[in-house]
């Protein structure tokens, strides 16, 4: 058993069935011979311990090094211990006396993904470190020496709660009927965000007002087309019929018109045409969020990292990647890390687009499952971990999506994890984290110009979404709405934080004090994103304080 980390340290406690504090696995995996240290320790354990202590280790140590001066031999190579190999004599990156010549890696500034929030003043989005965006945590040449991790965090003080988790509750049979229900409950709820800017009538009301009149209408975009005078015509439809709307093109709305998708909540404010069978449009509204508010913030120093798309299954999954996030993770410089945010994508799945079946290095659902728990077990055990599925989990398409049946739960059951449907707000130490896979930003960025949604800054499609107050509104494109009684896709409370993936790009800003980020993903270029031309940003872990709401994205590629 080479002991190359942290992580393979938890790893091989794990398949002995113990979990082990954080400063244990770093006393382990800096001791002078590890694997026979654990091997030890594993021994002399007590018969019903179920989780190895500092204290356990320490015991270990003081003893072998108040015996014989000379270590015992080390297992032999036919043995389930095999030395490192000579050309790699201390083969733990967790080298506790970092050499002058590999020092500290200087952080690397991350390009096309540090956005400024030009609606709030042009203020960057604050990061912690030297002031750049991206550390560089390939190497663990920061570990700290061995014994020096802080007390462990303590469990009693974590606050985590699900709200908006649809799993278990679906009620829509695809009938006509459930459709309708589903688009009437996001027509009340987003239009009572819009009541307050427009004194609106219902469509039928408006009908009925003489020519000239001003007026105000609240409805689901049902059509938008342009005029052969290069006008613009918009149908709105709310719950008692629909009304046309006519922008011109020398009001100025020409933005935001670019702007609309099919089937979100807009208002329009103007005037009726003479015969009262036109509404001439003087402005447009969207529900958005408020420009300002008061976000919320735990009471200590403690973070959350957010990754998505992990894609476990994959010949292009980057396992030494993620093998240093996680050995990174039972470090000391981690140890304010207390929770895990994976905004979907777990396995690469099956069947997901033309050919995949060449790019997989485990064909069967089931074992992609099997091989993620494993890796999921390299997390520490003490890590609040929270779950919703993507497009290429086994659950339904339709959003919003289930999370998981009992059987994919049973075998993703590592340290307690957490698994709620797409989307769901997961609230952590008081900050709302609005967690959405982002199957719909492929939407977004097709129908808008590209300075306003493109791949290279996936944040900026969040600011669309946020400003739609709704997550998936276009229906009948590329992504597929499952009828719900109510609908689980709209935005109804306004997050502190937007995570998604999905798009396998990392970008990241703030949209009036909200801050959204799209997590990048743990897969290379497969031969399909070559053919849609998608440069993945893999190996990146946003890591976000809980407390300040700052941010700091390490690179572990």
Known sequence: MPLESNARVVSELASRGYNAEREAVTLLAGAERPAATLEAVVDAAPDDALRITADHVRAVVDERSDGPADDPAPPSRDSDD???????????????????????????????????????????????GSGDAVRDGSDASSAPEPGSASAPADPSRREL???????????????????????????????????????????????????????????????VRSTKSGHWLIELEDSTGTFPALVMKDKGLADVVDE???????????????????????????????????????????????????????????????????????????????????AGDMVEGVGVYPDQDEELEIVDIYDQYEAFAEHLKEVPADTEIVMIPGNHDAVRLAEPQPGFNEELRSIMDV??????????????????????????LDEVIAELPEEKASYEEPHKAMYQLLKKRHVAPQFGGHTRVAPEERDYLVIEDVPDVFHTGHVHKLGWGKYHDVLAVNSGCWQSQTDFQKSVNIDPDAGYAPILDLDTLNMTVRKFT
């Open 161 to 223: 709660e699900i709200a908006n988790d649809m799993t278990g509750r679906s009620t829509g049979t695809g009938e006509y009927d459930d459709f309708v229900r589903t688009f009437r409950d996001r027509y009340e709820r987003l239009s009572k965000l819009l009541r307050g800017r427009v004194n609106h009538r219902p469509a039928t009301a408006i009908a009925d007002m003489p020519g000239g009149s001003e007026a105000a209408m609240i409805g689901l975009v049902n059509d």
């Open 415 to 440: 340290h307690d994890a957490r698994i709620v449907s797409n989307p769901a707000t997961v609230t952590v130490e008081g900050v709302d984290v609005l967690m959405y896979h982002g199957v719909s």
């Open 82 to 128: 095999p030395d490192p190999s000579p050309t790699n004599p201390d083969p733990s990156p967790t080298n506790p006396d970092p050499s002058p010549t590999n020092p500290d890696p200087s952080p690397t500034e991350a390009t096309g993904s540090f956005e400024r929030d030009d609606e709030n003043g042009g203020s960057p989005v604050e990061t912690k």
């Open 260 to 342: 609309i998708l099919m089937d979100e909540c807009v208002a329009v404010d103007g005037t009726l045409a003479d015969d009262s069978g036109i509404l001439f449009a003087d402005s447009l509204h969207f529900p958005d969020v408020p420009r300002s508010r008061v976000t919320g913030g735990a009471d200590r120093h403690v973070q959350a990292a957010l990754i998505s798309d992990v894609h476990v299954g994959s010949d292009e999954f980057v396992a030494d990647a993620w093998s240093r996030f996680t050995d990174w993770l039972h470090t000391p410089e981690a140890e304010p890390v207390e929770y895990l945010l994976i």
